[in-house]
């Protein structure tokens, strides 16, 4: 009975909790979280147990309302969507176990309502992943940005200008996804992905399915921060709160470049190559992933630095997807992944330091950090090492893939690239640790000091899922032929 | 050489690293923690001295892990070179811990528990490195050594050793990068990553123009740690580190691993027969010759002792990458044995430095009037040791040197013949000076006037035990070896085996 609803069970069982969660909050403070840890622990598990028997016994699909498709909406549950629902749901998981102390040092009186929001975040991107509908991934898109957009908004001072342009550009991105759903409507009748697919070969002319399509990926590729349509993000991250950026950087982005993966490689296929749609997508990912890097090295707050280094990463996902290839597509999932955690990891860290030094500066960094909080540097070193590229961290192997993928397609100057960008990442986070392990204390320029009430790391609350999270970015290493060959190979798209 | 699946490779790197997590649990314990060092140099020196038989009889250990991308496992595989090279690196470990321990104890340096974790983990790169079957697990123990040598660099945390570690990274970071992207390629091309004696990347694999450039991208892969000119810049900076960390690293692992690297691409990846036909070896024989000749030169230059002997290992790393690029029997085996002789030789040097510097805090070569009475074991030390880099029997250094005298010859070329004796001359020519100043010069009258007599007194003598035995040892291994170069290690026997295997394309 649960198996046969189980597709739809983790956007609603997220959705759910979100309302929930603000009544049972008001009455309680407390129940708020509650119901966030148990809506994202479930989902956490529903995905992992979905996952394992969707391999075992292929693709379910579900119909909303038991209205059949391409009438209904369709929810499609195979491996790939079923792997980034469960990195989106693990990371947010881990994310609401850390919330609660950064929460209540950071916004202590919005804590219900950021609860409810960032699950309706995450049901918005769970949805967006699950759904094999056109226009109900827009409408997931729009819960999940407008949630995005609260959270953002529910950060520092600042936070409101950037949450607003954030608004803004967002709904440009989200309107031209629209719009393109509305002109492959036009075409084909349809807005079943699927129906979609099979309408399109059968049409006499391209030319409304590819401005569709073109706008699809303008809109998506704002929504993913792919240069140059990235400008909304750092700010946005930089002035979130320390859980609002950890909920939003990890996965954010990354849904959206699922949803291009969807829409291009899903719906439209073969039909599609005839645009230069790839060289597109190679060209903004390679600007993005050098001019992310490059502003990273000039960023003094680590929040902005590690901003400015999604917007890199995403260029690396980008190229993934742009090369077309399976290698190519192998990257760019295992990145979703790895960057997922080892970017979590490193917004968790700067919320700890946050939380213990109230600062996330880079300049006065010092040794002190390293002496008070042992284990959380050496998670913030293990996820640098992994952005870096380093084994047997998990980012080495994304490059590894990248790498072939590159090779295969005999494009030198994307190798030079990836080679190049390992280098500058190198640059920038050296820069911090040199700092963090290095750099003696001195007492005029330093950071303040941790409050001498309670010094040393943070709350374990805070600090177990950064350690986890930090582990995870070795074993998903040491682990990725694995996940390779188990999961992110059977999702390869059939056209590729 | 027939393959048995064995474990005994996977304890000999994992031994180390799991020692580093009990030196970091017993960070608050020295003795403890220096129990841990040691033992496991015990274990691991042991387990790789069991592989020896095994691999003089043909029989080669090999552990397959589980794949680490899809279709390339992380093998770890005890073959005679690999054997060759773990043997020395885990037997100097052992006494590199010895020092170590008083070095760092008589320096009272800081941050002694991460030092010898680091230098644990280094190790059990070391051994990965020796034992990876593969380009891939190479790769990845090869970058793992870089990291875990940076923190041991910038031990000292001042100023110019940060920024010699920024110079560290940079060159080995960007090698580490050209490595993986010439490691893609070839797996792009071959479908395969597996060492194989003789080569596996020939003219049916790959165009000759691609052969070219993948040539040229392994060996700027490997020559930044084999300290190459020109990519040699960060060997010298990186002297800025304690002394044992210079002479294990910077004279046995990391740079022994970079020519590791080379003889492993050059013998196993691409083989005689490619090389020779695309001519690739004579480009690199050319840089060695020239690298060979130009640090020697350098060296003279050097006043810091420490900085003079970092001139005399580019130098002769250069040998050992000569004696692979000229590919014959003779003068692979010889580039082999260098690889051991110069381990011995230039560890006894930078031990005695560092015993200088312990007890009598001395530094540069114009200080070292007369040491040789203050410290005699260790001014004998380091004469025997800078005599057999000269290459005078009946030292290792002369054992080696004749057989890569012997590998010139046979491959007709007088020229490499030539500049073997020629940079022999040269390294007699920069270690005699230091010899004469420390054994017929008069201390310097004025020699430190601020010293209270308690001190000199107190410095009149040989360094503590722990750091003088140690370089006993090496030199007396100096020695022993120069005389019976296949006692205890056989490691003659497994240099013959090596360069035969390269160049029979594995068939005994």
Known sequence: ?496 | METYGSWVPVWAVACSLAASGMILASSRRPNLREFWTLSAAGVKFALILTLVPEALAHRVAEARLFAIAPGIDLTLRADPLGVFFALVSSALWIVTSCYSVGYMRGLSEHKQTRYFACFAVCLSSTVGIAFAANLLTFVIFYEMLTIATYPLVIHKETPEAVSAGRKYLAYTLTAGVVLLVATAWTYELTGTLEFRPGGFLGSETAPAATCVWLFVLFMSGAAVKSALMPLHGWLPTAMIAPTPVSALLHAVAVVKAGVFAVIRIVGFVFGPATLSALGLQTYLACLAGLTMILASVLAFHQDNLKRRLAYSTIGHLSYIVLGAALLTPASLAGSLLHLASHATMKITLFFCAGALHVQLHKEKISELDGVARQMPWTMGAFAVASLGLAGLPPLNGFVSKWYLGLGALQAAQPLAFALFLLAGLLSAGYFLPILYRAFCRAPQPEAEPSQTPHQEGDSGHDASAWITFPLLITAALSLILGLFPNLLFHFWSLAHLVSDSILNGGSP
């Open chain 1, 1 to 496: 009975m649960i198996g046969e609803h189980f597709p739809v069970l983790i956007p609603v069982s997220l959705l759910v909790g979100a309302v929930v969660s603000v009544p049972l909050g008001l009455w309680r403070g407390s129940l708020s979280r509650l119901v966030a840890l148990l809506a994202t622990g479930f989902s956490v598990v529903a995905a992992g147990v979905g996952l394992r028997h969707v391999l075992r016994a292929g693709e379910m699909r579900y119909s909303l309302g038991g209205w059949p498709p391409p009438i209904g909406i369709e929810y499609v549950a195979d491996p790939l969507a079923l792997f980034v629902v469960l990195v989106v749901t693990g990371v947010g998981f881990a994310v609401t176990v850390y919330s609660k102390r950064s929460l209540e040092r950071e916004s202590p009186q919005n804590h219900v309502p950021f609860n409810a929001v960032a699950l309706l975040f995450l049901a918005g991107l769970s949805g967006m992943v699950m759904t094999g509908d056109l226009f109900n991934l827009y409408v997931f898109l729009e819960i999940a940005s407008l949630a995005a957009y609260a959270l953002v908004a529910a950060g520092e001072k600042r936070a409101p200008v950037a949450a607003f342009r954030y608004l803004v550009l967002g709904t440009v991105g989200a309107s031209c996804y629209l719009l393109g759903v509305g002109f492959l409507y036009l075409a084909t009748g349809s807005l079943n992905m699927a129906d979609v697919r099979a309408i399109l070969p059968l049409l006499p002319h391209y030319r409304l399915p590819f401005i569709a399509l073109c706008l699809m990926v303008i809109g998506l590729g704002l929504k993913m921060a792919l240069f140059p349509l990235h400008v909304w993000l750092p700010d946005a991250y930089t002035y979130a709160s320390s859980v609002g950026s950890a909920y939003l950087a990890p996965v954010g982005t990354k849904v959206a470049a699922y949803a291009l993966m969807r829409v291009w490689f899903g719906v439209f296929g073969p039909v599609a190559y005839a645009l230069p749609i790839g060289a597109m997508l190679v060209v903004a990912s390679v600007a993005g992933i050098l001019v992310g890097s490059i502003m990273a090295m000039a960023q003094n707050d680590l929040k902005r630095m590690l901003a400015y280094s999604s917007v890199a990463q995403v260029g690396y996902i980008g190229l993934g997807i742009g090369l077309a290839s399976p290698l190519g597509f192998i990257g760019a999932v295992l990145h979703i992944l790895n960057h997922a955690v080892m970017k979590a990891t490193l917004f968790l860290v700067s919320g700890a330091l946050a939380y213990r030094f109230g600062t996330t500066s880079i300049l006065p960094m010092d040794d002190r950090l390293r002496r008070a909080m042992p284990w959380t540097s050496a998670a913030f070193a293990v996820a640098a090492l992994s952005m870096i590229g380093l084994p047997p961290t998990a980012g080495f192997f994304s490059k590894w893939y990248l790498a072939l993928a590159c090779l295969k397609a005999e494009s030198w100057p994307l190798v030079a690239v990836i080679a190049l960008s390992s280098l500058l990442n190198a640059v920038y986070f050296f820069r911090v640790l040199e700092r963090m392990y290095l750099r003696k204390a001195s007492a005029e320029e330093g950071i303040p000091g941790p409050p001498a009430s309670n010094p040393g790391e943070a709350p374990p609350s805070m600090l177990i899922p950064i350690l986890i999270l930090g582990l995870g970015v070795l074993l998903i290493g040491l682990a990725n032929a694995w996940i390779v060959e188990k999961v992110i190979k059977l999702a390869i798209p059939s056209g590729l």
